[in-house]
């Protein structure tokens, strides 16, 4: 049996995890979330562990917890200490060279709405020996903490320490609905159409600085958090929206504005990996086909008549 004290460090390094996983989340829910546990738990090891210490570790503040002094001390060591376990267990997994068993995908819902699910058919019908796992959270996926194997993003610029592929570069458009054109005059000034915009969660991305950019007087009709759920606003006619030209492409319900040609807004198609993984055979083997499948497609394009 194990002695007391290994279980006490088993125990410490335990309650560790999740001072970590709340510092880097911010909130008991997404932690729990992380760690696959419920939030229950998670509350009930941090304050059992806070109160063995003799100190408080978080700010419990209605925006989410924020670290203490000491607590930020603790989760900066406890940060490195994390990096070193996974990067041991990245390049055990390098050496991994079967064709079977999971690789984690981080995408974003736009591509899944569009030109991914093809891709990952190929890659299906390539190596059934893998087990597809996507996610389509809209931030990237920390590679190196093995969130995801792989992630494919539009991006302008990839995060450092991954390698990757560009793809092809993403351009935008302007989309309406085909009764929102029949009813307005063919040469109506951009400014004057019913646009519709992205919330704050998206104003960084390149579409949200072109409107702000071209369009600045401009008051939007509505606005979403995610470009799948503009593209739902636009196609039941409430208004015209810049949409990556992937998605608006292979929405049927949609034309591109009259005038509007592609924009290129300096941002392009990557998929990238950690350079630990590149030996893993079953990550390039998915690699590959999805690089082939997502470089030769191109979506048709359906331009309203002037």
């Known amino acids: 049996m194990p002695s007391s004290s290994a279980e006490t460090h088993r125990g410490d ?26 939030h229950t738990t998670v509350l009930r090891r941090l304050s059992a562990y806070e109160a063995r210490l003799g100190v408080r570790l978080f700010e419990r503040l209605p925006s989410g917890y924020l670290p203490t002094a000491v607590g930020d001390a603790m989760v900066s ?3 490195v200490i994390d990096s070193a376990i996974h990067d041991v267990v990245r390049r055990a997994a ?58 494919l993003r539009p991006t302008s610029s990839p995060p450092e320490g991954l390698i990757g ?23 109506t000034p951009l400014p004057e159409h019913r646009w519709l915009g992205l919330d704050a969660s998206l104003r960084e991305t390149s579409a949200a600085r072109w409107l702000r950019e071209h369009l600045p ?33 292979a929405s049927v319900a949609l034309v591109r504005l009259p005038g509007t040609a592609d924009l290129d807004l300096g941002a392009a198609l990557w998929l990238l990996t950690h350079e630990d993984l ?10 590959t086909v999805l690089a082939a499948a997502l470089t030769h497609r191109a979506p048709s394009r359906r331009t309203a008549k002037a």
């Open 165 to 187: 592929r560009r793809l092809r570069s993403v351009t935008y458009a302007a989309y309406a609905a085909p009764a929102y054109v029949a009813d307005q005059p063919t040469d």
């Open 94 to 151: 390098g050496h991994d060279r079967q064709l079977t068993g999971p690789v984690r995908l981080s995408t974003t819902d736009t591509l899944m709405a569009s030109i991914l699910p093809g891709a990952l058919a190929a890659v299906r019908a390539a190596h059934p020996g893998i087990r597809l796992e996507v996610s389509t959270a809209n931030d990237f996926a920390v590679l190196t903490r093995r969130e995801a194997d792989i992630a």
């Open 13 to 38: 390094w335990d309650d560790l995890r999740i001072v970590l996983a709340v510092a880097r989340a911010g909130s008991l829910s997404a932690a729990a979330r992380s760690l696959g546990v419920n």
């Open 77 to 79: 060591d406890l940060a």
């Open 278 to 287: 590149r030996r893993v055979a079953r990550i390039d083997a998915v690699v």
């Open 217 to 249: 007087g401009v008051e939007p009709a509505a606005r979403a958090d995610s470009f799948v759920a503009l593209r739902e606003l636009v196609s039941a006619g409430l208004g015209v929206a810049i949409l990556p030209t992937y998605l608006g492409d």
